[in-house]
């Protein structure tokens, strides 16, 4: 018996304009800068004008992004409420992938702009084996104190008894053709500004951190500490964390070569370092994993992997062969493909915008036993 399990960000899926650029400059889109608006009522005219003309084209790539990945459960990141998912399943998946996602699940957590984590799931697998919800929780209400994560590198940015998730840890107990599968579904702490010295990766790393060892406990309270090898879960995820990068060096015109490198830390060293969950993705060739492109001018580019499938050590032995799939044709023309990675792109996709996401889905065939 087997599932398709996917995960992807799809990047601010909104029923809602934002209207704080008017005031707030580094919230401003670019191209609204082009001109001098100096009256709140136009600003916010000419901002609804932007948004609706261009979210069409960037939803029906969101869809065909879904709809490549054919995942009989879907876990997505920034999505703003179930009226936003139900109004994207109506008005553009189900135009792709037809009466598919019956099942919803969506609950709100920690995230200042409101953006939350959800899981769609269709009612039978494609070979017709049930998918069943039997319980569902979020843990966003957990502190540093319930954990006893605070410590002084925690303490600079947060309080004792702040939370520690910036958005969840969804928890969803689930019977696939009647066999267990548990899903733990997250949205890590971006990486923020430069602070102390340190880049913005490394400035919010310690959150990140503890965010993973709160994920870890959750699931060793769950199965008992020394008997979660054996269990069959997930951890999905949009971690925004990478162990590994692709730099990209070059430009157009004089062409690009691609050094991967290893990262001496990363928050997701707590899931890796002892073999309490498998990044199955790293199966794939090293210039080859990644699932997002990031650029500041041609002197700071990479590829990094953000976006994430974590395997029990029992799931991904029973899969020991599967390797997981990355959908790309979402990508902007400016992303920069190594060497035989080409895809076609979506039809009216833009050399910054419109495009599926910043990320790409990650999905996998999973054999349950």
Partial sequence: MSLRLATFNVENLLTRFDFTGYRNQLRQDR????????NEGVYQQLEQARVIASTDDTRQMTALAIADADADILCLQEIDSMAALQAFE?????????????????VEGNDSRGIDVAVLMREETRDGQ?????????HAMVTYRDFALFDEEIGKTNRLDDKIFKRDCLELDLRVGGVPLTLYVVHFKSMGNPRDGLDGRQSTLPIRRAEARAVRRIIENRFGTGHTAKKNFVICGDMNDYQERVDVIGRRGTGYRFVHQD????ALDVFSQDGFAENVVRRREPLDRWTLYHARGPE????CQLDYLWLSPALAAANAKRIPEIIRHGQPYRT???????????PRTGWDR??????????MTLDLL
């Fill in 336 to 346: 920069v493909f190594p060497p035989g990675q080409e895809v076609e792109r979506y």
């Fill in 263 to 266: 990262e001496a830390e990363s």
């Fill in 130 to 138: 049930k998918i069943e919800l039997k319980d569902i929780k979020s």
């Fill in 31 to 38: 191209v609204i800068k082009l001109f001098e608006v100096n």
């Fill in 90 to 106: 109506y008005g553009y998946l189900y135009r792709m992938v037809g009466n598919g996602y019956r099942q919803k699940y969506l």
């Fill in 354 to 363: 419109p495009k599926a996401s910043d990320h790409c889905p990650v999905v």
């Fill in 300 to 303: 700071e580019q990479w590829l």
